[in-house]
Each structure stands twice: as C-alpha cells, then as structure tokens.
C-alpha cells in the first residue's frame, strides 16, 4: 500500500484508478438504465480500499431533517473528508425510507469519489452538471423516491398526481425563502402539471398560495398591523 500524508493526497491517487459505474439498473417509470448503488461501489471501493481509505455512510438526523453523511477516511494519517445528502421520502414508510436511503448513499458517494456514470457525457447532462451538480443529482433522487411509492404500471396521471402531492407536501410548514426556493425547484414539473393535468397544477398553486397568505398573516401579527376580518 502506497503512504499517502492525508486523505486528500490518497483520494487523489484513488481516483486515478477508478473507473465509470456502468448505468445497468433498469427505471421502469422512465425507460432507461442508471448506475445503482451496487455499480457506484464496483467502480471506486477497489481503489479507495488499495490506498487506504474506508468508506462509512451513518444515517443521521437534524435540526433541518434526516441525511445520510458519507465520510471517507484515510486510516494512516487519521485525516477524512464528508458530505451530507438530504433523505427525501417519496413514501412514508419502511420501503420508501430505505429506497431515500440507498439513493442519498449513492449521490452522496459518487459525488465524495468523483465518479459519474459511463455515458454521462450528452449535452443536457453536461450543461445541467456545469449549472450546478449537487442540486440536479437531490433533484433526481427526490423525483425517483416519489416514482418509488408507485407501482411500476402506473399511469402518467397516477404520476402526475403523485408528484402533485408530493410538492404540496413540501409546502407546508415551509418559511418564505424556503417556499419560494421549493416552487423554483420544482418550476419545470409544475409548468407540465399545468399544460398537462390544469386540476393538479390548480392544487399545487393553491396549496403554494395557502402557505403564502400564512406567512404574510404571522409577519402582519408580528408586527401589530394584522386586522381580523370581519364576519
């Protein structure tokens, strides 16, 4: 085994010796193949493993919710490097909390090692990764824990409709940057809910509105300038 002074110096020398994670895990919702977790760990656990590094992923929770934190940790030089990937639940029970987890476990590690799956090279992936990586990737795992919730038949309305609750479900309890950073998230779904499923979107813009109206009311209260309606 190479010595290496810290973890930066032995991830460097790993990551010239790893590989692409082969996308050949089928998406049935959406008809293609991704690098699953599995994949993820046969291209970069060999190299890491050779120059020292163990890999430790520990489910964690917050004051801003549940992540996964991924630490990667050179034993020699007791040095490491971590992240922390959000859990998005798509499904409020056990099966969609593991298939968060196995998602978080998998963005958090590809982005930990720098590796990218061997076809990740197309012109909508790329400009999306220059604009900004980590989100696109939350943004996926978020979209694939909702489709996780549904059977594999689902419809495209059964789809839409899922999503539709899904952002609702974000909403609530959201403070004013917070809300508004959760429509500007999901602003592309939203504008098919529209063209695509007007009722659905007519319920995410009401629900979106809702929360508004409730934030402006606790600010007005705050402030000594609420006026009760009359009755």
Known sequence: MTEHKNIHMALAAAQSEMGKAMKDAENPHFRSKYADLSSVMDACMSALTKHGISLTQPFVSGEFGHFVKTVLTHGASDTSVECSVPVLLGKQDMQGLGSAYTYARRYGLMGMAGIAPEDDDGNAAAATTKANPAKSGLQDAWRDGVLDSLPQDATEAQKAD????????????????????????????????????????????????????ELHEAKAKASGDYVEAAE
């Open 162 to 213: 899922a999503f539709a609750k899904a952002i609702i479900k974000e909403f609530e309890g959201k403070a004013e940057k917070a809300l508004d950073n959760s429509w500007e998230r999901h602003k592309k779904l939203i504008a098919s809910l529209e063209s695509r499923f007007p009722k659905l979107f007519t319920q995410v813009q009401d629900a979106f509105l809702e929360r508004q109206n």
